[in-house]
């Protein structure tokens, strides 16, 4: 249904992808891994999303990347169909079309309250780190979840991990580096206890 809607299985994948992740920037081969189709078809699509204000590129270390425009002028509706709450409502009856989550990746790692992707992955850097991850994890588990992401974008990456409590506290006292991450263009994957939004509340 979604797919005669939207026009193709891929087109589809891809809007998930990006509406799942509003401020995450991929670049064509992490696309074509993530959604799990033939790169010409992404290039394809990708060049149509262009066409039509869905998304925006950036040129960034000499890789074309792309994410969702959220000043597109039907973004909330699409955001409404394609987004993380409704993901079970854009599944074909057939072949499922749902993205890979990053949220069950890093859920792999072990009891994770918070997870932010921001610096290198929303290319803003004015945070100056690229994940954060909030929980009780296996250290082992979290290395190799670290090295993977570096495999995949080919580059060191800057991460802080800390308890629950620690991340309260320096919340409390408006701790100058946990304010740069709320404040930065950044990606939640993980917010069991709406730790983020705490902040932005108080």
Known sequence: MVEQLFGSKTRVKLLQLFFSNPNRSYYVREITRKIDEQ?????????????????????????????????????????????????????????STEVPSDTQEVSSIG???????????????????DVLIVGDVNPTQLSKYIAELERQEAKELRYALMTPNEFKYRQLVNDRFISLISKS????????????????SG
């Open 185 to 200: 263009k950044n990606q939640v994957l993980v917010d069991k206890s709406d730790l983020m939004g705490a902040k932005a």
């Open 39 to 95: 790169i010409n078809s992404v290039r394809r699509e990708l060049a149509n999303l262009l066409s039509i204000g869905i998304i925006t590129s950036d040129t960034n270390n000499n890789r074309l990347y792309y994410e969702v425009d959220q000043k597109y002028e039907f973004y909330e509706p699409l955001s409404q169909i394609f987004g993380k709450s409704n993901t079970a409502k854009v599944k074909p009856t057939k072949k």
């Open 111 to 129: 009891n994770v309250e918070l997870a932010v992707l921001t610096g290198h992955f929303t290319r803003d850097d004015s945070s100056g780190i």
